[in-house]
Nanobody, 122 residues
Framework: QVQLVESGGGLVQAGGSLRLSCAASGFTFRRYTMGWFRQAPGKEREFVAGITWSGADTYYADSVKGRFTISRDNAKNTEYLQMNSLKPEDTSVYYC???????????????WGKGTLVTVSS
């Protein structure tokens, strides 16, 4: 059974940092492109960051570039999202995602986590 379990969300003040984790099981993690999406109330789910199966390549939404860092540990079947300089507009539910495709897009996701809430207060 495939599972993606996010953790690390919470309440933080603007300018603060959080580190999200996503523990994967039930599929061959090292063969999948991994990523993070987020969805704020009343808005569509949007791409945040992606990382290739080897970790060699990463890419980000313009809104988080320079502040967020995606990484993965294939030995632990886990991916991470380090979020620095958080802003109130980063408040969302953050979702872990996995795809067999080379690029991470919302339409191409094979597996989704259930999400973890990040709230940034001003």
């Amino acid at each position: 059974q495939v599972q993606l379990v996010e953790s690390g969300g919470g309440l933080v003040q603007a300018g603060g940092s959080l580190r999200l984790s996503c523990a994967a099981s039930g599929f061959t993690f090292r063969r999948y492109t991994m990523g993070w999406f987020r969805q704020a109330p009343g808005k569509e789910r949007e791409f945040v960051a992606g990382i290739t199966w080897s970790g060699a390549d990463t890419y980000y939404a313009d809104s988080v570039k320079g502040r967020f860092t995606i990484s993965r540990d294939n030995a632990k079947n886990t991916e991470y999202l380090q979020m620095n300089s958080l802003k109130p507009e980063d408040t969302s539910v953050y979702y872990c995602a996995a795809t067999r495709r080379d690029n991470m897009t919302r339409e191409g996701v094979d597996y989704w986590g259930k999400g973890t809430l990040v709230t940034v207060s001003s």
